[in-house]
């Protein structure tokens, strides 16, 4: 129930990302995605009492922590410039998805049942419905956008799952992974986007961003990664974009529709298949 319930908090911390980019639309993506997870990793001091040794991992760990958290935005990043965002987005969040169907191939002992398949799909169904319900129907055109989108979902789920595979580590050194990839991702931005100059309200909202959906829930899904159950943390995670949605119209002052009110049921009913224990 504590993993479950850090979860929710690193996915309430994400639902409020499409708010805020909205807000900060403005800011070339890289920019603001390092200077969010730079901030983030700020977390980590008061965590480790301000102790550097403790954010020290191992270099293959150091590896995979940049490999999550850089490249699942290097390649979100690419995927929204070169396809329909809507759409790009809903194959991003193939990523819980991947976590459920994935477990039994990263994680030795785990099985997959039916009643974890039943709850992905109704799970991805319900933001499937979160996500185009707000943008109307799908519109079939191809993009080559598509294979980055589906490659930052893979590189969320495998980072999720591997990270139960390598050396304990503590979670403070989350810190460590997001300031690497702040970095990395600020490189990029002297690379591939124009310099831009920052109001005191766009650090106001950088700042809420590196504590919240690109800080504190990293370090809130790590914790909850290593208490719980993967498959049923993947399922829960459908919720992100249902959260985001409702953001997203609560900031427009706008009513939900009828297709949020059925991802809902949709997602809740996944998240409660999921997490029921099976009768003995």
Known sequence: MSANLLAL???????SLAALGVALSHV??????????????????PLSRFDWRRWRVPP??????????????????????????VQANLVNYLWPLGIVVMAPLFLPGTTLTGRHILAALLGFGGAALAILGRGGPAEAVWAWG????????FI????????????????TAI????????????????????AVSLTLQDWTLITLLGL???????????????????RQI???SFVTPLLSTLTLLGMRGEAPSLSVGMAAALIIGAAVLATRRPAV
Not at 9 to 15: D, E, M, P, Y
Not at 212 to 230: T, V
């Open 146 to 153: 598509y294979l980055p989108a589906a490659g930052s979902a």
């Open 175 to 194: 810190g460590s992974f997001a300031l690497v990839s702040g970095l990395l991702s600020l490189l990029c931005h002297t690379i591939m986007e124009p």
């Open 9 to 15: 908090g690193a996915v309430a911390l994400w639902g």
């Open 28 to 45: 070339p993506p890289f920019l603001l995605t390092g200077l969010s997870l730079l901030i983030g990793s700020l977390i980590a001091l």
């Open 60 to 85: 293959a760990t150091l590896a995979l922590g940049v490999y999550g958290l850089f490249g699942f935005h290097f390649l979100l990043f690419i995927a929204l410039r070169h396809a329909p965002p």
């Open 234 to 236: 993947g399922v829960l």
């Open 212 to 230: 919240g959906p690109l800080g504190g829930a990293f370090f809130l899904w790590d914790a909850a990664l290593k208490r719980g159950d993967a």
């Open 156 to 171: 969320w789920a495998s980072y999720s799952l591997l990270t139960k595979r390598v050396a304990p580590f503590p979670t």
